[in-house]
Every structure is written in C-alpha cells, then in structure tokens.
C-alpha cells in the first residue's frame, strides 16, 4: 500500500524559513506528478504546487517567490522549501500524489510571533 508521510512542520516566526518533507513507502516518484496542499481553519484545502516527473513546477501565486517544491527520485521524497513565511501560511500542509488519489495525514505549519 502506498502511503506518503510528511515531516518538517512546527512553529516559526514570521520572516523565517521551513522545509517539509515527504516520503513515499514505494516508488512512486518516477511515475507521478507529486504536490503539496494546505488547508488553514475555516477554509477549504488548496494546492500551493506541484511538481511532474519531468521536474516542472507550479505554484499558487501567494506563494511564488516564497516556496520551492523540489523531488529526490533516488530518495522517494518531496520537498517544498518555504522561506519569508507570514502569518496567512499557517495550515496544515498534505502531501499527495493526485492521480492516484493518495494524501499524507499532514504536518502543521505555524507562522506566528
């Protein structure tokens, strides 16, 4: 069963930096577009990027500039490096890989001073 497992998350202070990590139980990455989401209290889940196997990336503009989604095929894992974080980028952050439906159980992020 193919299972995605996020880590990285916790509290930071606005202007500061993290970098969420997600691994795969099997191979995954050299088939499927990867992608990160988010959703915050109160608000709907929303993709912040993606990224293909051919390594293109996508971004929600809130974050274009700010984070950068990244794939290590040899280690089965995705990043997304998030740098000048605000208050508006708390959420919990999920890991998916959306053409076969399967999302990690979420890492939260806490921007706050």
């Known amino acids: 069963q193919v299972q995605l497992v996020e880590s990285g998350g916790g509290l930071v202070q606005p202007g500061g930096s993290l970098r969420l990590s997600c691994a795969a139980s099997r191979s995954i990455f050299s088939t499927y577009t990867m992608a990160w989401s988010r959703q915050a209290p109160g608000k709907q889940r929303e993709l912040v990027a993606h990224?293909?196997?051919?390594?293109?990336?996508m971004y929600v503009d809130s974050v274009k500039g700010r984070f950068t989604i990244s794939r290590d095929n040899a280690k089965n894992t995705v990043y997304l490096q998030m740098n000048s974080l605000k208050p508006e980028d708390t959420a919990v952050y999920y890991c998916s890989a959306p053409n076969i439906k399967v999302w990690g159980q979420g890492t939260q992020v806490t921007v706050s001073s």
């Open positions: 990224i293909t196997i051919h390594g293109a990336t």
